[in-house]
């Protein structure tokens, strides 16, 4: 796979966790992208100082709520 740039990364992130029946866990984004846990955790980070309602935990990251068109323009 490709490196992606961050932002890709971000959104392919979203993406991935927005279906709630299907839980990642931070190690899987990790084989997913390629990329270690820290890079993981900084994307998550930001992805909330942006406004997003992620949360991670042992059993997987999941959203608070559903994304709107305006999550993605942020």
Known sequence: MK??????RQVEILSLVEN????CSVVDLCG??????ATIHRDLR????AGIDI???KRGIRL???LT????NK
């Open 64 to 66: 608070q709520r559903p």
């Open 20 to 23: 709630p029946s299907a839980l």
């Open 69 to 72: 068109a305006s999550d993605y």
């Open 55 to 57: 949360h991670s935990s």
């Open 46 to 49: 930001d992805l909330r100082e």
């Open 3 to 8: 490196k992606l740039s961050k932002e890709k």
């Open 32 to 37: 997913h992208f390629r990329v270690e846990t």
